[in-house]
């Protein structure tokens, strides 16, 4: 089956540090880039940026970079999120995203994970 | 960056009527090379994660009833809910794909009327 798998719900206070996973299954990882998403609550869908498991190339949008960290491992098909220093304004559920790669350019969003609802509160 | 406005913020449509939304980019999303619009339409619905809908502007994902149709070029956009359903309630956006970073529309809730 093709899917996304999303690590679970995490509860932090701020200051601490977090990584969250996302598992593809059931599809070939050369064709897809894997990008992160964040939904505020009650807000809009911002992109935060995306990663070629194969090669570890990786782009931010600029309201990201230096925030957060995107890693992956290809040899098991995950790509994480990562924080250093959690802030209360992270919490957001965070979903997984996977978007075709044509070889020149990467595609729109045409698989998503069902989320990771991260709250940060003392 | 590229701005990506929707309209209405939201809209209350009869149940069989159309719903139409809008989508203006900041700047074109044609690529005059292949002739194609780098925008998609996606669907979510209350709790769940967003779902493809519409890319390359018009063309509809995989599983997508035919009641939803993307149009336009360039700068302007539509996606149109013909002959409204109750499962069809929930936001929906536009991203374009053009550049990074791939922004979205800031969203337009359908309700039922």
């Known amino acids: 089956e093709v899917q996304l798998v999303q690590s679970g719900a995490e509860v932090k206070k701020p200051g601490e540090s977090l990584k969250i996973s996302c598992k593809g299954s059931g599809f070939r990882l050369s064709d897809y880039w894997f990008g992160w998403v964040r939904q505020m609550p009650g807000k809009g869908l911002e992109w935060m940026g995306i990663?070629?498991?194969?090669?570890?190339?990786?782009i931010y949008s600029p309201s990201f970079q230096g925030q957060v960290t995107i890693s992956g491992d290809k040899s098991i098909s995950t790509a994480y999120l990562q924080w250093n220093s959690l802030k209360a304004s992270d919490t957001a559920m965070y979903y997984c995203a996977r978007q075709p790669y044509y070889g020149d350019y990467v595609g729109f969003v045409d698989l998503w994970g069902r989320g990771t609802l991260v709250t940060v509160s003392s | 960056d590229i701005v990506l406005t929707q309209s209405p913020d939201s809209l209350a449509v009869s149940l069989g009527e159309r719903a139409t939304i809008n989508c203006k980019s900041s700047?074109?999303?044609?690529?005059?090379?292949?002739?194609?619009?780098?925008l998609a339409w996606y669907q979510q619905q209350p709790g769940q994660p967003p779902k493809l809908l519409i890319y390359w502007a018009s063309t509809r994902a995989s599983g997508v009833p035919d009641r939803f149709s993307g149009s336009g070029s360039a700068t302007d956009f539509t996606l149109t809910i013909t002959s409204l359903r109750a499962e069809d309630v929930a936001v929906y956006y536009c991203q374009h794909y053009w550049t990074t970073p791939r922004t979205f529309g800031q969203g337009t809730k359908v309700e039922i009327k």
């Open positions: 990663i070629n498991l194969a090669d570890s190339d990786t």
């Open positions: 700047q074109s999303l044609l690529y005059s090379s292949n002739n194609k619009n780098y």
